[in-house]
């Protein structure tokens, strides 16, 4: 994940969205699991779940 790879290099990070077409309920379980759950830092996970449409970024469905 990119969060990893930011904590890894000393980046701080507050938020983290992932973006796509549609989020299957696999990867709402996983982002819910990582959510609970602190990064290396010993920061908690803050990761959300937008569509492209959420976004207004045009991608044919």
């Avoid at 969060?3 to 696999?26: C, F, N, Q, R, T």
């Avoid at 379980?29 to 779940?49: E, H, P, R």
Wanted: proline share 5%.
């Amino acid at each position: 994940m990119y969060w990893d790879g930011l904590v890894y290099d000393g980046v701080p990070v507050a938020e983290g969205i992932l973006i796509a077409a549609k989020h299957p309920e696999s990867v709402r379980k996983i982002v819910t699991l990582k959510n609970n759950s602190k990064d290396d830092n010993g920061n908690m996970y803050k990761i959300t779940l937008e569509t492209w449409k959420d976004e207004n970024i045009d991608y044919p469905e």
